[in-house]
C-alpha cells in the first residue's frame, strides 16, 4: 500500500478499495469493453490493447 497514497492513510486498506470499486462500477460499466489484466504481463496487454485499437498498434510498437 506504501506506493498508493489514498490506501496508505486508510485504517482498512482493503475496505477501502472495495468502496473505490462499488464507487466506480457504474462508470466502468459504461466502456465498450474491458480488459482483465490480472494475469497478464505487460506485453500481453500491449497486444490485447493493439487487438482492439489497431491505430494504435504503430506508436506501441515505436522503439523508445
Known sequence: ????PMLKMAPDP???????LAARAP???????TL???????????DQI???????SRIARTPS
Open 27 to 33: 462508470r466502468y460499466a459504461l466502456a465498450d469493453w
Open 1 to 4: 500500500w506504501e506506493g498508493r
Open 36 to 46: 482483465d489484466t490480472s494475469d497478464m504481463q505487460i506485453e500481453e496487454v500491449v
Open 50 to 56: 493493439c487487438e482492439k485499437l489497431p491505430s494504435l
Open 14 to 20: 482493503r475496505q477501502a478499495v472495495e468502496q473505490l
